[in-house]
């Protein structure tokens, strides 16, 4: 089982920056997968950037060259920098891993950009 606690999340002016802390209750070098869904009221829940095996890291396009994922393997925290963030930005963040077949999903952080 992964437990995983999101920080970082606010209000934010369009152009700004946040950045979100994800931190796994176990070594996130035994994690299959970990990154970063949003989902915006009305909406479905879409990755936002992700680690898959190793290192790689996958992006969705509307964030590419914008947002840039990271981690931490000694503090067991991965990273989400947002950069020149817009409007349609603002969404609940989650957390998530994949952990031996499983889903794991922090609680969420409330991401808001005013324009």
């Known amino acids: 089982q992964v437990h995983l606690m999101e920080s970082g999340g606010g209000l934010v002016q369009a152009g700004g920056s946040l950045r979100l802390a994800c931190a796994a209750s176990r070594s996130i070098f035994s994690i299959n997968a970990m990154g970063w869904y949003r989902q915006a009221p009305g909406k479905q829940r879409d990755l936002v950037a992700t680690?898959?095996?190793?290192?790689?890291?996958n992006y969705a396009d509307s964030v590419k060259g914008r947002f840039t994922i990271s981690r931490d393997n000694a503090k067991n925290t991965v990273y989400l920098q947002m950069n020149s963030l817009k409007p349609e930005d603002t969404a609940v963040y989650y957390c998530?891993?994949?952990?031996?077949?499983?889903?794991?999903w922090g609680q969420g952080t409330q991401v808001t950009v005013s324009s």
């Open positions: 680690f898959t095996s190793g290192s790689n890291t």
């Open positions: 998530n891993a994949h952990y031996w077949g499983n889903d794991y």
